[in-house]
């Protein structure tokens, strides 16, 4: 026989409302709390029997509740927080929908006792099933208010019987309490046990955040934290995180029970799952097996991005662009802990039960060592570092002044090249050199089409004062590198090991630095370095000279050199051309950038040297059509410290090492010899002359944070193979 459908009494709905919203004491006190908090209470003190059973009396100093309002504060769905529906999208506070002191009232015996600033005496008023009992009586009180719960649960048995021990209740009280209290550094919390003379916690409101993690999870705990602050950009904010900020435990801290996170959104007390994973999946990189961190978050998003009214204990909440905020702040935990992972602290036991017992092995006559340096440490195999950054490597011992690369089919003109460097008592002499260049490659396709030969490569040393550069314009440049630095990753170039290619068209290369293999792209550290070498040696460098053999005159002219570029016209060469001539005293004073007209007209003008900012590194000449062109074309030439700036930074681009295009299986032979020859010589000269310099020279900018990935390091991979 099947039932008849009817409503339920309301009695009962109420009641099972309440279940869900109140699940066990420490729910009660959870909302009772947060109430206290949006009071403006600066002071909330707990009184427990028997778990929150018998008794959970709350008493703050917040603004209290007006006499006329509590006929209705027990009823469902009453509050002063909310008015329509849209005012959830703004809620700023944690109580909003008039449901938890009503649910309390529906399965315990509740008393009020309040009192506002503009009230002679305080009201008290007792409360059963959502409903007033009787009138408020005027009693004697402070401001605030005064919130007694008794005998919770007395009207349904099934959930009485399955709460825990009052012992174990009374713990999860003091952990919730705990917990609002690190992240409401202004507001004082104090809780007791009915009948104890001495309170379980006390914490002032006064004390910063790491003296109450201090009080509430231990000294262990408070000296092992790390501060994390996300810096909001543009991009931050269009993901609604309008602030981010906690504490984490570093690499030192030992704990192997675990300590569940506390995650706050909005003020609210949260448990975020795909938070707390990402943050422990980046601890056990780092972290013994075993050993649990404890992390505390807080963080302010926009409330319109939040919904807070999915879960009937507001345990849950979730919020617009929830995976790019967790990835945003894990990558700012993964950074940290990165930085510090270079050193830590680990405790240790003696391997011998009883010193006295080790017996020293020599003569009495010996000096003795202490016990200590006897005993032999366990290497670490996954903690060695099997490279010396500071060791020569054999193949530098090893290189040939030589290299025979292959002839192009390509017709090629010919440029000699001498290279003049200042020095006041030295004279160097190599062999002479001999370059080959298609000045007809396109500088906008950076492959490199032509062959090189090097034959002659000789150097003359002149005689030359190094020039005080006193020019305000280049010491703002200079701070300005200095501010722009970034120390961890400074150091890391600082002591790295160069490891070779990886991609020859994209520009990558691979690097060590201690236990971290990392990809970096050598492009863009290259522009960088080499910025900075023409900034500490500006109106300082020496000189490329250059000479077309099909020429009896001197240099390039400029005009066959632009025309090379097919896309502009001859009125725009005449433009660039006039440009570069105006300023050709001022280039070749500090950048030794000559340029020579003989009065012949614009169309004559030829390049005669350009500036040689590193020995033994040439750069590719098939830029030099693109590098007059952007000379003339984006620098501006009217401001002095912006005018310097563009020129060294068209100079560090034109010394990039050029891209190297990939050869296929079907392409000519003599592809293949030229590619093989021009990927022996980028090798050579990254490996002898880049990457060295690069260690003693670069200030690395945060602005290459992009261009450097960890690929690898050598914990991770032995808890992945156990062995490397």
């Not at 919770?152 to 009280?173: D, H, Q, T, V, W």
């Not at 003379?197 to 003296?211: E, G, Q, R």
């Not at 992972?341 to 036991?349: G, L, Q, V, W």
Request: hydrophobic content about 35%; aromatic content about 8%.
């Amino acid at each position: 026989m099947s039932g008849r459908i009817k409503p339920l009494d309301v009695s009962v709905v109420n009641k099972i409302a309440a279940g869900e919203i109140v699940i066990a004491p420490v729910n009660a006190l959870k909302e009772m709390m947060e109430n206290s908090i949006d009071a403006k209470a600066t002071m909330v003190d707990i009184l427990v029997k028997d778990g929150g059973i018998k008794l959970l009396q709350i008493t703050d100093n917040g603004c209290g509740i007006d006499k006329d309002d509590l006929p209705i504060l027990c009823e469902r769905f009453t509050t002063s927080k909310l008015e329509v529906f849209e005012d959830l999208s703004k809620i700023e506070t944690f109580g909003f929908r008039g449901e938890a002191l009503a649910s309390i009232s529906h399965i315990a015996r509740v008393t009020v006792t309040t009192k506002t600033e503009k009230d002679q005496c305080a009201w008290k008023a007792s409360f059963s099933e959502g409903k007033i009992l009787g009138q408020p009586k005027p009693v004697a009180g402070k401001t605030g208010t005064i919130i007694t719960v008794e005998d919770l649960f007395y009207n349904i048995p099934s959930r009485l019987k399955a709460l825990r021990s009052p012992g174990e209740e009374f713990n999860k009280i003091l952990d919730v309490i705990g917990r609002y209290s690190i992240n409401n550094n202004n507001v004082g919390f104090s809780c007791k046990k009915f009948g104890d003379s001495k309170v379980a916690l006390m914490i002032k409101a006064d004390l910063s955040t790491k003296d109450r993690v201090r009080i509430v999870f231990g000294a262990n705990v408070s000296t092992n934290l790390m501060e994390l602050n996300i810096d909001i950009t543009d991009d931050v904010q269009r993901n609604g995180l309008l602030s981010a900020s906690g504490f984490v435990t570093n690499l030192d801290f030992t704990n192997k029970k675990p300590i569940p996170p506390a995650f706050f959104i909005n003020g609210r007390l949260v448990s975020c799952d795909p938070m707390r994973r990402s943050f422990y999946q980046i601890y056990s990189n780092f972290l013994p097996k075993g050993n649990k961190p404890f992390i505390y978050f807080s963080l302010t998003i926009k409330p319109q991005n939040v919904d807070v009214n999915i879960h009937p204990t507001k345990r849950e909440v979730r919020f617009l662009n929830e995976e790019e905020i967790i990835d945003r702040l894990a990558i700012l935990l993964q950074d940290k802990l990165a930085s510090i992972d270079t050193s830590r602290t680990f405790k240790t036991a003696s391997s011998v039960s009883n010193p006295y017992q080790v017996q020293l092995i020599g003569s009495s006559n010996e000096s003795q060592d202490s016990p200590s340096t006897n005993l032999k440490m366990k290497r670490q195999e996954n903690k060695l570092v099997r490279i010396d950054s500071s060791q020569v490597k054999i193949t530098n011992y090893l290189r040939s002044t030589k290299f025979e690369f292959g002839a192009s089919k390509n017709k090629t003109k010919k440029m000699n090249i001498e290279k003049i460097a200042d020095d006041n008592d030295t004279t160097l002499q190599n062999d002479g050199m001999e370059i080959e260049n298609d000045i007809e490659a396109s500088y906008g396709d950076e492959t490199s089409t032509q062959h090189t030969t090097l034959r002659n490569n000789t150097y003359y040393i002149v005689p030359k004062q190094r020039v005080q550069v006193n020019l305000t314009s280049i010491k703002k440049l200079k701070q300005a590198v200095d501010e722009q630095s970034h120390s961890e990753l400074t150091n890391i170039f600082a002591n790295l090991t160069y490891v070779g290619i990886v991609d020859e068209t994209r520009r990558l290369a691979s690097i060590q630095c201690d236990l971290k293999l990392f990809l970096v792209d050598y492009g863009s550290i290259c522009n960088e370095l080499f910025y900075q070498i023409g900034l500490s040696d500006f109106s300082n460098f020496g000189k490329i000279m250059l000479f077309d053999e099909d020429e009896t005159e001197a240099g390039f002219n400029i005009t066959k050199i632009l025309e090379n570029i097919d896309t502009l016209r001859i009125e725009t060469i005449q433009e660039i051309i006039e440009k570069l001539t105006s300023m050709k005293e001022m280039m070749n004073e500090y950048f030794s950038i000559e340029i020579e007209t003989n009065d012949g007209g614009w169309n004559k003008a030829r390049i005669k040297s350009i500036p040689l900012l590193l020995k033994d590194y040439n750069p590719p000449l098939s830029k030099l059509p693109f590098f007059l062109y952007r000379l003339g074309t984006q620098v501006n030439w009217e401001d002095e410290m912006e005018c310097l700036d563009g020129i060294l930074r068209q100079l560090a681009l034109f010394y990039i090492p050029p891209i190297i295009e990939k050869i296929h299986e079907n392409d000519p032979e003599h592809l293949s010899s030229t590619y093989a020859a021009e990927m022996n010589e980028l090798t050579d000269t990254m490996d002898h002359v880049v990457f060295p310099v690069i260690k003693r020279r670069l200030l690395a900018p945060k602005i290459l944070l992009k261009d450097v990935v960890e690929v690898a390091n050598l914990p991770g991979l032995y808890k992945v193979f156990e062995r490397c």
